[in-house]
C-alpha cells in the first residue's frame, strides 16, 4: 500500500513538474545582449563547495574509469587541459610527466578562483601553468602543431551545440602530427528513469534548448572529430550506476560516490532552477531533488559517459 502511495505520489509531482515547464523560451523576450550574458547554467552553490563538488567528480570519475589518461604518451613536451576548471587533472599529469609543460586554462584559471590550493600546485613543479582561456572564442590563443596532447572533459553545458565543430577543429590546428586528443563527456539525460526523472529529463532538454545545448551532444562528437581530420577515433563509453542498487561491490561502491555527486550537483543548480529559469519554487525543488534522489535506488538509474580519444595524422 505504501508503495503504491509513493508511487502515485510521484506521479502527481512529475505531472507538476511537466505542468511547470516554460513553453517558450527564458530569454525570448530580452535583448540579444542581455540573453548572452544570462544564458548559462548555474553550477554554483558558494565557492568553496562548488570547488569541492568539482574535486570529489575528478576522483570519481579517475576511479571508474581507471586513471587520467586512456591514451599512449610517448614522451611529452606539451600537454593542454581545456576548460581545466579546479586544476586537478592538470596537476596530476604535471606529476607523472616532470618533463613535461602542462598548461590549464579556463574563464577563470583554478589559481585565480577562491581557495586555491597552493601547496598542491607547487607538488606538480614548475612545469604547470594556468592562464586565462576561453573556448567559445573562434580562435584560441595558441599557435599551429604546438601540443602533444589537449584533454577537455565535462564541458556540454557550457558549450553551445555549434561551437563544437569550431573546437574540435582549434584542438587539431594546435596539435602536432602524430598528437592526441581525449574528450570526457557525458549524456545529460538520466538513463533508467523512474516518473519524476523521466520529466526531469524533459526539463532538461526544454531548458537546454534556451541555451544552445544538445542533450544529444555525445552522438556527434566523433563524426566532428573525423571532419576536423582526426583518425584511430575510439570511443569508450562507461554507464556508471547512480545509488547502491548494483550487485558487485566495486560498481555498489561507484554508485554510492556518484549519487552524492548528483546530490551535491542538484545543490549546484538550485539558483538556476529556481531564480533564474523561476519554474519552480525552493520548497518544489527540494522536493524534487528527494524524490530523484530515491528514484536512482528504486528504478536503477545510471550515467553514460564517454570518452572519445583520435589522433592527428603524422606527416609524410
Not at 570511443?235 to 554508485?255: A, C, F, R
Amino acid at each position: 500500500m505504501d508503495d503504491n502511495k509513493n508511487s502515485r505520489e510521484r506521479k502527481l509531482l512529475a505531472d507538476h513538474i511537466f505542468q511547470s515547464l516554460p513553453t517558450t523560451t527564458v530569454a525570448q523576450d530580452r535583448s540579444k545582449q542581455e540573453k548572452k550574458e544570462e544564458e548559462t547554467w548555474v553550477y554554483e552553490y558558494g565557492a568553496e563547495k562548488e570547488r569541492d563538488r568539482q574535486t570529489r567528480q575528478h576522483y570519481v570519475l579517475k576511479q571508474v574509469f581507471n586513471g587520467n589518461i586512456h591514451v599512449q604518451l610517448n614522451n611529452p613536451k606539451r600537454i593542454l587541459d581545456s576548460a581545466c576548471g579546479v586544476g586537478l587533472w592538470s596537476i596530476e599529469m604535471a606529476q607523472e610527466y616532470p618533463n613535461c609543460q602542462v598548461i590549464g586554462i579556463d574563464v577563470v584559471p583554478p589559481s585565480e578562483k577562491e581557495g586555491w590550493n597552493q601547496p598542491l600546485a607547487r607538488s606538480a613543479g614548475q612545469k604547470i601553468r594556468f592562464q586565462y582561456g576561453d573556448i567559445l572564442k573562434n580562435r584560441i590563443q595558441f599557435p599551429d602543431d604546438y601540443f602533444d596532447f589537449i584533454y577537455q572533459r565535462d564541458v556540454a553545458t557550457v558549450l553551445s551545440f555549434k561551437s563544437w565543430p569550431n573546437l574540435i577543429s582549434e584542438f587539431h590546428r594546435m596539435l602536432k602530427p602524430g598528437g592526441q586528443i581525449q574528450l570526457v563527456e557525458y549524456d545529460l539525460l538520466f538513463k533508467n528513469p523512474g516518473p519524476v526523472l523521466t520529466q526531469v529529463n524533459d526539463y532538461y532538454r526544454l531548458a537546454a534548448s534556451t541555451i544552445d545545448v544538445n542533450p544529444d551532444y555525445t552522438l556527434f562528437l566523433a563524426d566532428y572529430l573525423k571532419e576536423a581530420g582526426f583518425v584511430d577515433i575510439e570511443v569508450k563509453t562507461y554507464e556508471i550506476p547512480i545509488g547502491e542498487w548494483p550487485t558487485t561491490d566495486l560498481e555498489k561502491q561507484h554508485g554510492y560516490l556518484y549519487k552524492e555527486q548528483m546530490r551535491a550537483l542538484f545543490k549546484s543548480m538550485n539558483r538556476w532552477w529556481c531564480s533564474e529559469l523561476k519554474v519552480l519554487s525552493q520548497q518544489e525543488y527540494s522536493r524534487v531533488c528527494a524524490e530523484a534522489l530515491e528514484e536512482f535506488e528504486e528504478f536503477h538509474s545510471y550515467a553514460c559517459w564517454k570518452i572519445f580519444t583520435a589522433k592527428k595524422k603524422e606527416t609524410l
